[in-house]
C-alpha cells in the first residue's frame, strides 16, 4: 500500500512537471531513498541531503546555535529552515524537511513528534506529526503523509483514488 502512494505521488509529480528534493534530520535519508527505490522517479527526485547532527543544520542551513536552542533542533522551525534554505543546494520546485524523534522505547506510550515542511513556489505546509510507534514504522507514516500532501496540493482531482490506495 505504501509503494502504491510512492508510485502514485510519482506519477502525480511527473504529469505536473515538478521536481523534488529532500533534506531529512531524524529520517536519515530513507525518505529520499524510498523515491530512489523506483526508476520512474529519476525524471522528478533532484536528490537529498541528511542534516542529523546540529552543526549540520548549521553549516549546511545557516540555522545559528541559538535558533537550535531557542526552538530545539527538532522543531517545526528548524523544519521550515532547512526545506527553505536546502534552495542553496538543489533548485527543486517542491523541497521537503523532516525532523523528528524516531527512537522508539519499547515502553513507551506517548508519541514521537515528527516535523515536515512542505515548501511549494506558492505556498508552504507545516505539520507536527504524532505518530503512534507502535504500529508500523514512524518512517512509513511520515513517508505516507507526505505523498497525501503532495497529493492534495498538486491533484486534488484524484483524491478518492490515492486515498484508497
Known amino acids: 500500500m505504501l ?26 535519508g530513507t525518505i529520499c531513498d524510498a523515491f530512489t527505490s523506483f526508476a520512474s522517479a529519476d525524471s522528478v527526485l533532484l536528490g537529498g541531503m541528511v542534516a542529523f547532527k546540529d552543526h549540520m543544520k548549521t ?20 523544519a521550515a529552515l532547512m526545506a527553505q534554505n536546502l534552495s542553496e543546494y538543489l533548485d ?10 524516531t527512537d522508539v522505547n519499547q515502553n513507551q506510550e506517548e508519541p514521537n513528534p515528527i516535523f515536515i515542511h512542505i515548501q511549494l513556489a506558492d505556498t508552504q505546509i507545516s505539520e507536527e506529526l ?23 496540493k498538486l491533484a486534488p482531482e484524484r483524491v478518492n483514488e490515492f486515498e484508497m490506495a
Open 130 to 152: 504524532l505518530i503512534d510507534c507502535h504500529k508500523t514504522s514512524i518512517i512509513d507514516q511520515t513517508l505516507a503523509r507526505i505523498c497525501q500532501h503532495i497529493k492534495h
Open 92 to 101: 527543486a520546485d517542491i523541497r521537503i524537511s523532516i525532523t523528528g524523534v
Open 59 to 78: 553549516y549546511f542551513f545557516g540555522i545559528e546555535k541559538e535558533t537550535l536552542e531557542r526552538y530545539g533542533s527538532e522543531s517545526a522551525h528548524v
Open 3 to 28: 509503494l502504491e502512494k510512492i508510485i502514485k505521488c510519482i506519477e502525480i509529480l511527473k504529469s505536473k512537471k515538478q521536481t523534488i528534493a529532500f533534506v531529512e534530520g531524524a529520517s536519515n
